[in-house]
């Protein structure tokens, strides 16, 4: 089935929230494993925003739950650093078994609540052999491993309320705001461990095959992940600008040699490990960005 959500039922989302929130948020910031309160990570940066309110999830009308352990279903709105922002706590995955235009349906209600810019944040394996758990991943572009076979989020009846039919994605992730996070790390002194780099989205829940990564790698990939590209194709449609990351929480196994495997345990680890590095990256980045939005 395709998406079922009309824009005024994304409409009813956006003004339940409207008529509670007193500011008006910029920036959506969607925080990924690690980025978001759980058992394992006490603090977060949705924590760290002033004069919070927040809404779970299903108090949000059309709202889907998330399921995953470690990922809390809140919209987060408060100041970082006195710039409006709302934040999702916790996002939704393909493989919940929500399809990808529910996944993204949150980026569509942050457009119509006024946002116009989108961090996106995720934990992903690192197929580029460079890089290093714990090093983090700018995005640059992005392979929609997924699309391929057809499964899109913006597949079904195009709303033109919120974009074009044929949205170009070759300009996906925002040139001056991956400027602005080069130089964030620069001035962070953490140049070493911040990539350029390409992101895929697997569907999940599996991690990968040996086969599997390597075709990846063959075809450019330096970072999987279980999501992240639907939100950000969501995102480009209804005109958002994006900035992408991801925390590299494992080193991808190529070869049949090395007997590791993959797990969530070590994902959350890494991601509360990084994460007072990661809450500075994204302030210091929402910091420029003001100047950049004359938030008032
Ligand atoms: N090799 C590999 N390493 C990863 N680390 C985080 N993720 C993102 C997926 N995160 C899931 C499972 O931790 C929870 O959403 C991945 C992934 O998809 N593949």
């Not at 919120?162 to 991956?178: D, I, T, W």
């Not at 959350?268 to 939005?293: A, C, F, H, P, T």
Request: aromatic share 8%; charged share 20%.
């Amino acid at each position: 089935r395709h998406n079922t959500y009309t824009f005024e039922a994304l409409q009813e989302s956006a003004q339940y929230l409207l008529d509670r929130v007193k500011m008006r948020p910029k920036i959506g910031i969607i925080c990924g494993s690690g980025m978001e309160q759980n058992e394992l990570c006490p603090g977060s940066l949705a924590d760290s925003l002033g004069n919070k309110q927040c809404f779970p999830y299903e108090e949000i009308p059309h709202f889907p739950v998330s399921t995953v352990t470690g990922h809390q279903g809140q919209m987060v709105f408060g100041y970082l650093q006195g710039v409006p922002i709302m934040c999702m706590q916790g996002r939704f995955h393909y493989y919940e078994g929500y399809p990808l235009w529910k996944c993204a349906m949150p980026v569509r209600v942050m457009k119509l609540v006024g946002v116009t810019h989108l961090i996106a944040t995720n934990a992903a394996g690192g197929l580029n052999p460079t890089y290093k758990v714990g090093d983090i991943m700018m995005v640059k572009d992005h392979v929609n491993m997924m699309g391929f076979a057809g499964n899109n989020p913006l597949q079904g009846p195009n709303d033109d309320r919120f974009g074009p039919r044929f949205p170009p994605m070759n300009k996906a992730y925002n040139a001056s705001l991956l400027e602005i996070g080069q130089q964030v790390a620069d001035e962070m002194g953490i140049s070493d461990i911040v990539h350029k780099g390409v992101y895929t989205c697997l569907g999940g829940p599996n991690f990968e095959t040996v086969a599997e990564l390597k075709m990846l790698r063959m075809i450019g990939v330096d970072a999987v992940g279980m999501s992240t590209v639907h939100e950000v194709i969501t995102a480009r449609h209804c005109d958002l600008t994006v900035f992408a990351f991801s925390l590299i929480t494992n080193q991808c196994i190529t070869d049949y040699e090395n007997h590791e495997e993959a797990n969530h345990e070590e994902v959350m680890d890494v991601g509360k490990s990084r994460q007072s590095l990661l809450q500075e990256y994204v302030l210091r980045i929402v910091m420029r960005l003001r100047d950049i939005l004359d938030v008032e």
